[in-house]
């Protein structure tokens, strides 16, 4: 079992930057495939970002790709989403998870197990 509780969200205007933290318990996380994914209001949540379990791999949605960086520390049970340069359209609630699937990165949010409650990111024009 997982639990991940996400920080760092807030109101942002466009051009600037946030870096969402996401803290996970368990002694395994380095095991695990993590992503950040995000749901606008209205929207089909959106795979945004996932790291491989030695960081090694990264995948990035092409909306955000050049402007967000995903890490990860495995000696503090973190991972991270450093969004720069954002756009009112980056608007929404974003959500770390854990995938326990084999492959190194994960992009469907159905093969992720385990989920935070998300923070809300809101981007002013």
């Known amino acids: 079992q997982v639990q991940l509780v996400e920080s760092g969200g807030g109101l942002v205007q466009a051009g600037g930057s946030l870096r969402l933290s996401c803290a996970a318990s368990g002694r395994t996380f380095s095991s695990y495939t993590m992503g950040w994914f995000r749901q606008a209001p209205g929207k089909e949540r959106e795979f945004v970002a996932a790291?491989?379990?030695?960081?090694?791999?990264?995948s990035y949605a092409d909306s955000v790709k050049g402007r967000f960086t995903i890490s990860r520390d495995n000696a503090k049970n973190t991972v991270s989403l450093q969004m720069n340069s954002l756009k009112p359209e980056d608007t929404a609630v974003y959500s770390c998870?854990?995938?326990?699937?084999?492959?190194?990165?994960?992009?469907?949010?159905?093969?992720?197990?385990?989920w935070g409650q998300g923070t809300q990111v809101t981007v002013s024009s």
């Open positions: 790291i491989s379990w030695t960081g090694g791999r990264t």
């Open positions: 998870a854990a995938s326990r699937r084999i492959q190194p990165i994960v992009v469907l949010a159905s093969e992720y197990d385990y």
